[in-house]
């Protein structure tokens, strides 16, 4: 009897042994960059990664000098939590279903509106609607917009000297800068062609 007792614990063991190798193999690993403001933005070290696997598994990194921090866990939906002192705090889900890389961005915090209305002429001049109105925040995130029937478009960003440029058939196109600190309201104006 004690052989099949110890065969049979043998068998059991090894079939212990090739679920747990099984259960491993499953796991992926994510490589997650993080960015600054977009995901075109300067890599951000000092990021905390926290969230759950598609399992439940609690995870918890930090991004290193190259903005990276690498995540194992069951394969499937992830939640993730993104935070850094002076960042909006950003939640995501995010389909982890294999061994790769992924990116997200953080915003920084306090971040600044401007409602920009454009007239005909000059600042007393009727204000003009389909304005084409591109340009970049202090920190280089692209905007643009197309001024309503009130002769106004708003765009968020952070703080700091704004890029504009303003652009209309028939008129001539108005490029400039605008320092920006909060949410506030500013107006340009246009010249006609020729």
């Known amino acids: 009897m004690k052989k099949s007792h110890h065969l049979a614990f043998l068998m059991i063991f090894l079939a212990s042994a090739l679920i ?18 977009d995901l075109n933005g300067t890599l951000l070290s000092g990021v ?6 598609a399992a439940g598994n609690s995870f918890e990194a930090m991004t290193d000098s190259k903005g990276a921090a690498v995540i194992s866990g069951q394969p499937g939906t992830w939640q993730f939590t993104f ?10 889900n995010y ?26 002429e000059n600042l007393n001049g009727t204000l ?27 765009f968020s960003g952070q703080p700091g000297t704004w890029q504009f440029a303003f652009a209309k058939e ?3 196109t108005l490029n400039l800068n605008y320092a920006v600190a909060g ?3 500013a107006a340009a104006y246009l010249l006609r062609a020729g």
């Not at 002192?85 to 950003?90: A, I």
């Not at 970049?136 to 643009?144: K, P």
């Open 20 to 37: 747990s190798t099984a259960f491993s193999q499953e796991q992926v690993a994510l490589n997650v960059y993080i960015h600054e403001g």
């Open 48 to 53: 905390q990664v926290a969230g759950q696997d």
């Open 83 to 92: 935070a850094k002192e002076g960042y909006e705090t950003l939640n995501l």
């Open 95 to 120: 389909d982890a279903t294999e061994t790769g890389e992924a990116a997200a961005y953080l915003q920084p915090q306090g971040g600044a509106d401007l409602t920009i209305y454009v007239h005909e």
């Open 128 to 154: 003009l609607s389909g304005v084409l109105v591109t340009g970049r925040d202090a920190v280089g995130n692209n905007f643009e917009g197309i001024t309503n029937s009130n002769g106004a478009v708003v």
């Open 170 to 172: 028939g008129y001539e």
């Open 183 to 185: 949410t506030e309201e």
